[in-house]
Structures are given as structure tokens and as C-alpha cells.
């Protein structure tokens, strides 16, 4: 399984960015994708992650009302919509798969096998 991401760039605080990850499977039954980001010199923590059968759908507080997580099945991609980014947000941002991950730990990156190679993003202050 290999994830392809991309979409990232700079942009102003206020502003908006849509970031995706195409992932190479052929069937996505019982896999949850998640989005984890890293910014310099601090630990890599969950964004946001979406169950593929149920398009349920789990975020971090931080992004909680601005983030949205989506999945298009015939394109094989998983989206991420950033609205009202802020410079906090800058990281690079990565995309990651499993299957039979519990809800519990679809916050926890242990608990994915398959991750892509990231991509940045940059808000200006």
C-alpha cells in the first residue's frame, strides 16, 4: 500500500487549503486514514482521521470547526479541507492507513501501518 500526498503551500492566516492523499489499494474495506502533522521540534500529533465503510469521522480539538476530512472512493483519495488556517497550523502533514484500527486509537499513530511521505504547509502571520 502506497500513499501519495500533496496540496500543501503557503498561505496567509484567515486563508485556505485543501490537501490529499491518494492511496494505491484495491479495496478500502475496514481501513481507517488518518491525518498527523509535525511542525519543527515538536512530536507528531493527530489531525484528523475518517473510518473508510462509515465515513466516521474523528479530530483533533484544535481543528475541530475549521478541519474537514473527506474520502472520494472512485478517486482512491482521502481530502483534507483547512479553513481559517492559523500559523500554528504550519507542519508538514502526513497521511497514514490501517486496517482494524479501533476507534480508541485512531489518534495513535503506533497504530498505523502505511504512511505517506508528507507534504507542507505553511501559514503566514
Known amino acids: 500500500v502506497r500513499l501519495q500526498a500533496s496540496g500543501g503551500g503557503l498561505v496567509q492566516a484567515g486563508g485556505s487549503l485543501r490537501i490529499l492523499c491518494v492511496i494505491s489499494e484495491d479495496t478500502f474495506s475496514g481501513y481507517v486514514v488518518g491525518w498527523f502533522r509535525q511542525a519543527p521540534g515538536k512530536e507528531r500529533e493527530f489531525v484528523a482521521g475518517?473510518?473508510?465503510?462509515?465515513?466516521?469521522?474523528l479530530y483533533e480539538d484544535s481543528v475541530k470547526g475549521r478541519f474537514t476530512i473527506s474520502r472520494d472512493n472512485a478517486r482512491n483519495t482521502v481530502y483534507l479541507q483547512m479553513n481559517n488556517l492559523r500559523p500554528e497550523d504550519t507542519a508538514v502533514y502526513y497521511c497514514?492507513?490501517?486496517?482494524?484500527?479501533?476507534?480508541?486509537?485512531?489518534?495513535?499513530?503506533?497504530?498505523?501501518?502505511?504512511w505517506g511521505q508528507g507534504t507542507q504547509v505553511t501559514v503566514s502571520s
Open positions: 497514514a492507513a490501517s486496517r482494524g484500527v479501533i476507534y480508541s486509537s485512531i489518534g495513535d499513530s503506533r497504530a498505523y501501518s502505511y
Open positions: 475518517i473510518r473508510w465503510n462509515s465515513r466516521h469521522t
